[in-house]
């Protein structure tokens, strides 16, 4: 609901707009035929517009428009005047004024002034949310959060901007590599919306196109052959809640098709009817490739804008490198309890998980801890379990690759060709950082830096 405060000094035109206001949208409207309310900075504050009469007796439509503008300036003025001069409109839009109507009112034209402008105020008020949310350091709701552990500062900061936009009914895209905690992020989002319907997850991978729109539309009695009773689709069980939509990068073009429809019209069509359902589910969705690979591969453009309202990137657990420990000790812990063995996992061991890609993320992090909970039972260490399955193996206490240069070369390399992709990898790492990533090799960051200039001299 939207507040409106008409300052006029006609009576009959305050009660005339006012009554005209409250048919045309969610507004409601106080009126006040004297202008001395427009200097009272808290009364005005409390509205989201003031509609302004010029000609009345002191304080006038022009000494109230400034009134406002210095003690409130983030509420609107919309000037609405018998007097039709460009001239004197223009100077009012100067002043500050957001629009300047003529008596008498025209309906339709009012109605599109006050829609542009609630629209203009939602997305501000959306955007100063968004950022308020992002610039604090503490969560509103933190148990909606709570199944997510982690350590990471972008990982903190993905659910202040999912706490942020987590009101709004707009689409949400959730981008990460596998395993990153996608379906994750999309029930905390649910959660955090407090919307009242239900949460409801579909795979869209590898589907065709009429399985889609049943799942997802419902179909009536005799749409196609065995189709002996209507059913309703996800759309419809997702009614005032969430629908997320899994690996959406998979779904073909007629499905695309399909739900670029139901976004643009918040409607859809059961599987053999003509008549349109109105769905009230949130659209959030998820995909493991890059915004940019999927637009390769031929997805549509219009409906990847559409879906990507707003985006929320998951950054892969080799990037978040706090969280591996973390996460190892939670999951090794669960299983522990599960398998009845002491919880008190070998942090040496833990420590070699850091330098493994985890291409498979979270996911795998936890199949490797939870294998090694039951390898412990049956008497094998967890240090030997994890060199193993990552690959890596332990000489007289150091740790060293199994994996021979030749392997990653492809022949045997000089000293130099190993320092250059040391160099190089560890500035990957450290995404450009020449103090972390001299750390990481073991230089002094002067020593680093040269090396890095020899190779750029070449
Ligand atoms: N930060 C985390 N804390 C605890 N558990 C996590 C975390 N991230 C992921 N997990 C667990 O890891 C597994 C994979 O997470 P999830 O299914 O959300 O990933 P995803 O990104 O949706 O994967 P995919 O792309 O394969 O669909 C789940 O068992 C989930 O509970
Ligand atoms: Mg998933």
């Given at each position: 609901m939207r507040k409106i405060l008409i300052i006029d000094d006609d009576i009959f035109f305050l009660k005339a707009l006012k009554r005209m206001l409250t048919t045309l949208g969610d507004y409601s409207a106080d009126i006040s035929a004297d202008g001395s309310i427009a200097f009272r900075s808290q009364e005005i504050r409390e509205y989201d517009l003031v509609m302004l009469d010029l000609n009345m007796p002191k304080p006038d439509g022009r000494e109230c428009l400034m009134a406002v503008k210095a003690s409130a300036p983030s509420v609107p003025v919309i000037i609405v005047t018998g007097e039709n001069s460009t001239e004197t409109a223009v100077e009012y839009l100067r002043m500050g004024a957001y629009d300047y109507l003529t008596k008498p009112i025209d309906r339709n034209r009012l109605n599109a002034t006050l829609e542009n402008l609630f629209r203009l105020k939602s997305l501000e008020e959306e955007l100063d949310s968004i950022t308020r949310h992002l610039l604090k350091?503490?969560?509103?709701?933190p148990y909606c959060f709570e199944k997510i552990l982690t350590l990471d500062e972008t990982m903190k900061k993905n659910f202040r901007y999912t706490e942020a936009i987590a009101p709004t009914s707009k689409p949400v895209l959730i981008c990460g590599e596998t395993g990153t905690g996608k379906e994750l992020m999309a029930e905390s989002l649910h959660l955090c919306s407090g919307r009242e319907g239900k949460y409801v997850s579909v795979d869209v991978s590898g589907i065709d196109d009429s399985v889609f729109s049943d799942t997802l539309f419902g179909h009536t009695k005799g749409a196609f052959t065995g189709a002996d009773k209507a059913r309703s689709g996800l759309i419809e069980t997702a009614s005032g809640g969430t629908i997320f939509l899994d690996?959406?990068?998979?779904?073909q073009e007629a499905s695309q098709i399909k739900l670029l429809r139901l976004l643009q019209t918040g409607e859809y069509y059961p599987l053999g009817s003509d008549a349109a359902k109105k769905s009230s589910a949130r659209i959030v969705t998820a995909m493991n490739r890059t915004p940019e690979a999927l637009l390769d591969k031929g997805f549509r453009n219009d409906l990847y804008y559409r879906l990507s309202t707003y985006r929320i990137d998951v950054p892969p657990l080799r990037e978040r490198k706090k969280d591996i420990p973390l996460l190892a000790r939670f999951f090794y812990s669960g299983a522990a309890k599960e398998l009845k063995i002491?919880?008190?996992?070998d942090e040496r061991a833990l420590e070699?998980?850091?330098?493994?890609?985890?291409?498979?993320?979270v996911r795998e992090l936890k199949s490797i801890m939870e294998d090694a909970a039951l390898q412990q039972k049956i008497g094998r260490t967890l240090f030997d379990t994890i060199t193993e399955r990552l690959n890596i193996k332990e000489v007289s206490g150091e740790k060293k690759a199994r994996l021979k240069l030749t392997d990653v070369f492809g022949f045997l390399p000089t000293i130099k060709q190993v320092t250059d992709a040391l160099v190089n990898e560890a500035l990957e790492e450290t995404k450009g950082s020449q103090k972390d990533a001299a750390a990481i090799v073991g230089l002094s960051r002067q020593a680093f830096n040269r090396r890095l200039n020899m190779q750029k001299k070449e």
């Open positions: 350091n503490e969560l509103e709701k690996e959406i990068g998979d779904l002491p919880d008190r996992p070699l998980l850091l330098a493994y890609r985890f291409p498979g993320n």
